[in-house]
């Protein structure tokens, strides 16, 4: 007798067991597609924002033209010292921290009813390479293997423009390596005189400095940043 019930309770489990699993069995699939369907979803809206939304290299900014910001970007062109095409194509990338020191510049002499122009940005050391192969001389080029504040993406080129987008008299073209485009030439008009003030003034301000034989160059102080080899695309 007590054979007999303990081969009816173990039946009595096994099929319970069964019919257990038959409903796993049913609702898995289910469970499956819907995880798969929600991945799938996924996929496409990242693929698609993506396409559209092209995020910027981590810890650089592109400075593009506004009403008050024009680009003049010289070593796209052949108009320049070394007279040859250094870039492929003309954009102007900074480094983060450089695009806010910037941002203040420009708000300041928005301000006043002002603007700027520039004509150099962050340079590839290949493009260092390219400029020291045309003048292998310092006083003119940085070596490559020191590497400018240009090659660290925090140096700028950089005049100013009226709020007409007119650009102001400098005393001298960009990249003059005469005494005339030096800070402590007083021999200038007047009006040259207090552009150059205006604009040394004002990026320094913001943590820009200067050096004393080119009244366009200016670099970010704070922080220290390695030599970039980075190349932009051209779009």
Not at 78 to 107: A, I, K
Not at 142 to 169: C, F, Q, W, Y
Request: hydrophobic share 35%.
């Amino acid at each position: 007798m007590m054979r007999s019930i303990f081969y009816l309770l173990f039946f009595m489990i096994m099929f319970a067991c069964k019919n257990d699993s038959k409903e796993k069995a049913k609702l898995n699939p289910i469970l499956e597609d819907t995880v798969d369907a929600e991945l799938e979803i996924d996929t496409v809206s990242t693929k698609s924002e993506s396409e559209v939304i092209k995020p910027a290299r981590p810890g650089w900014a592109e400075i593009t033209e506004d009403e008050f910001t024009k680009l003049d970007l010289r070593y796209a062109t052949d108009n320049n010292f070394v007279e040859m095409q250094m870039y492929d194509c003309g954009r102007c990338f900074v480094r983060e921290e450089v695009y806010t020191g910037l941002e203040n510049v420009r708000s300041e002499l928005k301000e006043k009813g002002f603007g700027i122009i520039l004509y150099d940005c962050y340079r590839p050391r290949p493009v260092q390479q390219k400029l020291w192969d045309k003048v292998p001389n310092a006083s003119y080029v940085t070596p490559p293997s020191r590497g400018s504040m240009h090659n660290r993406g925090v140096a700028l080129d950089i005049g100013l423009t009226d709020a007409k987008g007119e650009i102001l008299d400098m005393g001298t073209e960009f990249d003059y390596f005469g005494k005339e485009g030096h800070h402590d030439y007083y021999d200038h008009p007047k009006e040259v005189l207090e552009n150059r003030k205006l604009l040394k003034s004002t990026m320094e301000k913001h943590a820009f400095a200067s050096i004393r034989t080119e009244w366009w160059h200016y670099s970010y102080v704070i922080g220290e940043y390695e030599i970039a080899e980075w190349l932009w695309d051209c779009q």
